[in-house]
Structures are given as C-alpha cells and as structure tokens.
C-alpha cells in the first residue's frame, strides 16, 4: 500500500486547503481512511477519519466545524477540506491507511502512512 498527499502550502489565517490522498496497492475499501498532523516539537495527533463504508467520520475537537472529510472509492482517494485555517493548523499532515483487525482470519490491526504534506498558516 502506497499514500501520496498533496495539495499542501502556505495559506492566511482564514484562508482554505483541500488535501488529497491518493491510495495504491490494495483494495481500498478494506481501510478506514485518516488524516493525522505534526506541528514542530509536538506529537502526531488525530485529525480526522471517515470510516470504509464512507458514511461515518470522526474529527478532532479542534477542527469541528471547519475541517470534512470524504473519499472516493471509486478513484482510491481521501480528501481532507480545510476551511477557517487559523495559525495553530501550521503541521505536516500525513494521510493514514487502518486495516480493522480481523480476528476470524487471525488478522491483527495494520496502519499505512504517507510521507506527508506541510500546511503553513500565518496571520
């Protein structure tokens, strides 16, 4: 499995970014699709997630409201739109792959990552 984000750079507070994610190398339908973000001397965090099925998704406290998340399953790719960017949004984001485990085929949970994409935000 492969992960390529774009769509990264350097917006005004306020401003918008919509990320993609392109997937390669398996059956997409088999991964709940995530976007992740590190800002500089912090840890990754949780930004968003949209489960396999496309019609559940979970976002972080902090971007509620201005981020969505979607996917097309047809063309293996993961969106992430950013709306009302403000300036603690400055991270790399990386696009996340999770395979649920399957405990009938004895399956543990399995998690992809891209090599990710900076958004910078200044005011």
């Known amino acids: 499995v492969q992960l390529v984000e774009s769509g990264g750079g350097s917006v005004q507070a306020g401003g918008s970014l919509r990320l993609s994610c392109a997937y390669s190398g398996g059956t997409f339908g088999f991964y709940d699709m995530g976007w992740y973000r590190q800002a500089p001397g912090k840890e990754r965090e949780f930004v968003a997630r949209?489960?396999?099925?496309?019609?559940?998704?979970y976002f972080a406290d902090s971007v509620k409201g201005r981020f969505a998340i979607s996917r097309d399953n047809a063309n293996k790719t993961v969106y992430l739109e950013m709306n009302l960017l403000k300036d603690e949004d400055t991270a790399v984001y990386y696009c996340?792959?999770?395979?649920?485990?399957?405990?009938?085929?004895?399956?543990?949970?399995?998690?992809?990552w891209g090599q990710g994409t900076q958004v910078t935000v200044s005011s």
């Open positions: 949209i489960m396999r099925g496309g019609g559940t998704t």
């Open positions: 996340n792959a999770h395979r649920p485990a399957d405990y009938g085929l004895g399956l543990a949970s399995f998690d992809y």
